[in-house]
């Protein structure tokens, strides 16, 4: 197999001027971010996005409505403190007097507990309260951060926030309290409003919204989905979490919306937050510093991920495949130009012009990348379905120009062993040890889109699944 290769530093040069003169901005800079009042229009109707800020009691909250076009109201609140104070009431929400009843996820227990409404107070992650004349709410309880910058907080578990119910004048009183508010720290939390149920089903609960209470590794905050952040990242550590442009609840949200009213209104609004994120370029930023990027081809912080980028990419096509949003729209075609333009400079050429796209990339520079299997997999596939969505035919000669490489190199990607090689480098060699199933899993999404088996996928997936089998591998697709 042979493979034409660019100098890194005619690769980084000519990537400024494939941009479009629009993109030639510094990576962190956003794109598209709708203004006060705007209306995100869908499909199912207008909803009015309006950021508001209260300063009493000598702290400030940072609050994000959305009026959603199906009559529901979600908020995200962030607060922040000058000086050190005690427990606080960030959030209070004013409920008719009536019978209910509140739901609450104990995280010890791993399960949702239930309770007729009554005054109490709850240390819980995640609460649901319903009225028996209707209404329901959804509420996430103050959790604290402190920022180590470059994207990255430090979670303080231990002064996670709780609910307080009281009886009010005129009925109810729902308080999100967060346990402290020291200075240089944030406190996030969030709420659902709806006048009809948002979980038609209670039992939907304990079936499929036990994963989203926020009390495992993933964290939602007012500017994204957070992650633990990998030792390899700077900064990091013990309860460290990094904003991660592959937005995994976002994902469950889009999945969740067509069942739970819950997962429809919350994908709308996690999806505008994450828009939020898109950098002038197009692509969305990894903020850390990668040690092993950085060693390695000269990548610093704020850097260009393929892959989280590709998941991220894949939801936004998902939403608007069942409920069509102007801006999402306009947001991946910044990103399917801004990707054309990447892949065309940055690729090292095959045999029968099947192009090998890097993994990563940063505007201020660096080497090129090396290619893995699971990047150019996904990408090709992300990049089809975004050609059949979006009707970009360009998006598709693109992906078989990829998919084209994938046939031109598939022998080289079998390891001695039977277990597929990680990545493709710079030099042309193959090495690195690939992920125990996320690789045939591409493989596997890959061959269920295409009309007609590819003989090179086939002996791929064939090579790694005798590999697995051997191996004990299981949980891959089938």
Known sequence: MRLRILPALLLAAAVLLALPAACRAPGGEAAGVPEAGEVLEFARGGTRVTEETDRTDGFSVQRRVYALYNGDEAVMGRAEAPEDLGPVSLAALELPAGAGTVRWFDAAAGAWIAAPLAEAVFKTSCAVVTL???????????????????????????????????????????TLTAASLPTGCEADYMTLASQ???????????????????????????DGYYYPSPATYTPSGEDCLYRLPAAYLCKSFVYGASKVRAAEDLAVATLDVMARQQSLYGYFPTLPESQWLSEDYGIGPGFYDTRF??????????????????????????????????????????????WLVDDYWHPDGGRGTHTSLNHQLAELLALYHGADSLDRPELRALADRMLRAVQDTAPSWVRADG?????????GSYGGSDYPYLTYNDLYHLREYLPEPVPELEALMEAKRAWMDRSGVTGYLQ
């Not at 996430?140 to 009281?166: I, N, S, W």
């Open 132 to 174: 028996e004349a209707g209404g329901e709410y959804l509420l996430y309880m103050p959790k604290l951060y402190q920022d180590q910058g470059f994207g990255t907080v430090r979670y303080l578990r231990a002064l996670d926030g709780a609910l307080t119910v009281e009886a009010s004048e005129d009925g109810w009183r729902l």
């Open 196 to 222: 009809v149920r948002l979980f038609e089903n209670p039992a939907v609960l304990d079936s499929f919204w036990r994963l989203y209470t926020l009390d495992g590794d993933g964290k939602w905050r007012y």
């Open 309 to 354: 980028n590709t998941e991220l990419v894949e939801i936004y096509l998902r939403y608007i495949a069942q409920n069509p949003c102007e801006a999402f729209t306009a947001l991946l075609d910044r990103y399917f130009d801004f990707y054309l333009d990447f892949a065309a400079v940055h690729h090292r050429e095959t045999e029968h012009g099947g």
């Open 419 to 427: 277990d597929l090689h990680y990545a493709c480098y710079p030099d």
